[in-house]
């Protein structure tokens, strides 16, 4: 997806305002380890990319781009389509102005950015992204009209990805049962 974000946004003419100015930034709550679960109904996201476990509770809504803020992957940027538990080491982007700003297209804008915001990164032994750091983070931001366009293509676009990726593990598990049938 790099070089289709290249092409949307490398050239792309409009406004550019901090991130602050777009969203406000807001630290997860942490959770003692021991109130994590291996099920639940809602997966708690801290530094890492995946979840570091399950609650019964959440913090944030769904629709909703999450941060890494700590950790070897601090910088990463997800987008969470149901409600999760935001952790102590995750931040996580409340739309001020949901009118002029489509979370997907700041999402897929802070996702092209990525490399940009791990290099915000501060310390050895457990890095993280500082949150004034953040605040200050520019993004470009045209007309919510140019904003829905570019987020329709780039849906598309995983769209189609996700179903390829869907029949190339369909294909495979099918060539596994075949071989397998080869060498009875």
Same mark, same amino acid.
């Given at each position: 997806?790099s070089?289709?974000?290249q092409e949307?946004?490398g050239?792309?003419?409009a406004?550019?305002l901090k991130?602050?100015?777009?969203?406000?930034?807001v630290?997860g709550?942490q959770?003692n380890?021991?109130e994590l679960?291996?099920?639940?109904?809602y997966?708690v996201?801290?530094?890492?990319?995946l979840?570091?476990g399950?609650l019964?509770?959440y =913090?944030?809504?769904?629709?909703?781009? @999450?941060?890494? &803020?700590?950790?070897?992957s /601090?910088?990463y940027v997800q987008?969470n389509?149901s409600?999760?538990?935001?952790?102590g080491?995750?931040y996580?982007?409340?739309?001020l102005?949901p009118?002029?700003?489509?979370?997907?297209?700041?999402y897929?804008f802070?996702k092209?950015?990525?490399?940009n915001?791990?290099a915000?990164?501060?310390?050895?032994?457990?890095?993280n992204i500082?949150?004034?750091?953040l605040?200050h983070?520019?993004?470009?931001l045209p007309t919510?009209?140019?904003? =829905?366009?570019?987020v329709?293509i780039? @849906?598309?676009? &995983?769209?189609?990805?996700s /179903?390829?990726?869907s029949?190339?593990q369909?294909f495979?598990?099918?060539?596994?049962?075949?071989?397998?049938?080869?060498f009875?």
């Amino acid at each position: 997806m790099s070089a289709i974000y290249q092409e949307m946004f490398g050239s792309l003419v409009a406004q550019t305002l901090k991130l602050g100015q777009v969203a406000e930034v807001v630290k997860g709550k942490q959770v003692n380890g021991t109130e994590l679960l291996e099920q639940g109904d809602y997966y708690v996201m801290n530094g890492g990319t995946l979840p570091s476990g399950w609650l019964y509770k959440y =913090n944030t809504e769904a629709n909703t781009i @999450s941060i890494s &803020e700590g950790g070897n992957s /601090c910088g990463y940027v997800q987008y969470n389509t149901s409600p999760y538990w935001s952790g102590g080491h995750c931040y996580s982007l409340k739309i001020l102005h949901p009118q002029e700003t489509s979370d997907l297209y700041l999402y897929h804008f802070l996702k092209w950015q990525e490399e940009n915001i791990m290099a915000l990164r501060i310390g050895s032994g457990l890095p993280n992204i500082q949150k004034k750091d953040l605040l200050h983070f520019p993004v470009i931001l045209p007309t919510i009209t140019q904003q =829905n366009k570019i987020v329709l293509i780039l @849906s598309a676009i &995983e769209e189609k990805v996700s /179903c390829e990726i869907s029949i190339t593990q369909y294909f495979v598990k099918q060539k596994e049962y075949l071989l397998s049938q080869l060498f009875i």
